[in-house]
């Protein structure tokens, strides 16, 4: 096990109806607020009318920016930090899913940096503060509402790149169970895709003895298995949801991971697809994460038959440990399938004729290395692209 | 599920030679300290010696309060109580095991409070604040280096009682797993009783649906069973003993319990024995817990099922859940038994001749029921008191 500091302070409000208690939590935090949200679902659903009414009786002073889109765009994101300056805002509420949530952030750490944002997430600059935020969470998926990360999209070029800062953690997350009973289907998996990704990338890793986080790893996706099935087959299936929910929380607020190196070859893979092409985030790990499986598992077949046995409960090959470790990645595909994902890019209509310029851009031009797990330079992406034609 | 809320502000940092940055971490917390540590193996190992060069070289101001000892006396802390008020000391450092920290937190929680600090134990006054402590652990056990509890005797009764507030759990806690190297083996295993105790305590509950905690707590058992024969074989094992100082955390940071009802009862039955007979309170809780689930199990044969056949791994009888829950039971006394702890009275050499004057007072002459698994009475407990006999 690696030494690690670990610190996460982000204070979880679980469960039903929990959501009326943001205007409180907000009065706690600041006095002019900034309520952040995406195309409009949250005034389908009635529950932007929960929100501003439970923050006007908190007596909350609050302007609204909405209109934030999946992979969220830089150029909101500098509206939001235009806005927060111009109308002196100290707290950022943001109602939605990891793309709002990123956006918040995004805007909490340019508030106070003198200069674009995008430095940061170029890492041309650096922030040492940021507007304090809050989250009313409404699709499990990206771990953003406990997470220190955030993840934009530059149109222009369409560069994806993240930050990542401590505090940036929101000082709440306001999670009720029942707020993704709307969601469609596609989405639901696409989000459970990603917080599996999440899950994923920490397991698959070259530091040794880690055994409770293994373990820790290993009961989040089991849970997940268990449970996506049950929320796609009844969206309104609360104590499913209430799994799928906690469990995509934690696979991403970085417990699971402390000891441990992750990857994240397979996330920096997928963000060239998804930035190009738009497609959900995790639509896009479920092709990516199978493939890069393919690619490195000889570097550790161990590490593979063990997810193989204890997490989809294959039937050990004890003679044969790749022809286990094949089993195990042949059901993981075999899980993305059967709720709807793609695992390879032409189930989801798409070619081959960018993987070249996919594999630069993912290596910067092959002069960075994608992964910690394996090291892969261009040539390495642009085979697992393939293999995942 | 039930709703929830979780919050666990506490710096956790983790790993060798962790304790030389004491000092740059209480600088930012306070200007005048209180250390306060135990009977001095923190001297013979060399860690006071380290602590005290931290502190110098980053300029803390502090002074001393040595000789908690286990189960840790009031009478200390109402000593430590008057020294922070005369002192003006403004954080406190604890160095050692669960009842260093647990005395701390109870001169931190009292020295604001205006009246007597064993008021809050026996909920005959409440604190509002405390003073912020951190701390250096040196025995995995009790789980107090991140949890908002702490436990003291009252010398006169030999009353053993408890306060939670989430404003005692500490800024910091650092961990280092060498630290433990040189614990008698016997303080050893009782602490491992006492970190499995948290988590079985966490997980006989009657909410359902708590299926990743579920799995979380098991992740946890399974582990503990792993490596602490490991480091009771070999002290200096450094990759054991960081599995079981994580896991131990983890066990009592209150993750593992959020949306459940944990039971309790075996601890407030174990506490009797320890307040009277001056035992470790993790030999206690390997008398009682065995007996306590023999005594419930009928109530819900279910749960101790998954426990035989998860943690236990325990070949399932399909036609007799009652032998499958029963051998569970066994196999935990078993291990108890293999790691060197008690699993009866006459094991630790106590007899029978206090068993109701104790059921009397863990449900304070039948008038408070003890657990929530089961509640039980006064009688209930006499028979689980027999049951270990």
Redesign the interface.
């Known amino acids: ?18 959501e009326d208690t943001v205007g409180a939590e907000v009065k706690k935090c600041g006095k002019k607020v900034l309520l952040h949200y995406g195309s409009g679902s949250i005034r389908k659903t009635g529950l932007y009318d929960k929100v501003v009414k439970s923050l006007k009786s908190a007596g909350v002073d609050f302007i609204e920016l909405g209109g934030v889109k999946p992979n969220p765009r830089l150029s909101l994101v500098r509206e939001g930090i235009d806005m927060c300056r111009k109308n002196g805002v100290d707290f950022i509420l943001a109602v939605g899913g990891g793309s709002s949530i990123d956006s918040a952030k995004g805007i909490a750490a340019g508030v106070n940096y003198n200069g674009d944002v995008w430095d940061l997430y170029m890492r041309k600059g650096t922030s040492i503060t940021a507007l304090p935020l809050g989250v009313i969470l409404t699709i499990p998926a990206a771990g953003s509402e406990t997470s220190q990360f955030s993840v934009v999209t530059n149109e222009e070029g369409w560069l994806k790149r993240d930050i990542g800062y401590e505090f940036i953690r929101p000082q709440f997350a306001i999670l009720n169970p029942e707020l993704p009973f709307t969601l469609p289907a596609y989405q639901v998996a696409a989000g459970a895709t990603d917080i599996m990704a999440h899950l994923m990338e920490r397991y698959f890793t070259n530091v ?2 880690v ?3 293994d ?2 790893i ?3 996706l ?2 997940m298995i ?2 996506v099935p049950k929320v796609l087959k009844n969206p309104q299936d609360y ?1 499913a949801w ?2 799928v929910m ?2 995509g929380t ?1 696979a991403h607020s970085d ?1 699971l991971g ?2 441990r190196i992750g990857d994240w070859a397979s996330h920096g893979i997928e963000h060239e697809i998804s930035a190009i092409y738009d497609i959900a985030h995790g639509a896009g790990l479920a092709i990516i994460f199978p493939a890069w499986m393919k690619y490195v598992m000889k570097h550790d077949v161990d590490i593979f038959v063990q997810f193989a046995v204890r997490v989809f409960k294959v039937e050990q090959d004890f003679h044969n440990p790749e022809a286990t470790a094949l089993a195990g990645i042949a059901k993981l595909e075999d899980f993305f399938r059967s709720i709807g994902m793609p695992v390879r890019f032409s189930d989801a209509g798409l070619g081959d004729e960018r993987f070249e310029e996919m594999a630069d851009k993912c290596t910067s031009g092959d002069t960075q290395k994608a992964g910690n797990f394996v090291q892969l330079g261009k040539e390495d992406v642009y085979k697992i692209y393939q293999l995942a034609k």
Do not use: C, P
């Open positions: 096990m690696q030494n690690f500091t670990y610190q996460n302070a982000t204070k979880v409000i679980f469960g039903k109806g929990t040794r003895n055994e409770f986080s373990r820790l290993e009961a989040a089991v849970t268990n449970n104590d209430a799994e906690w469990t934690q417990l402390m000891g």
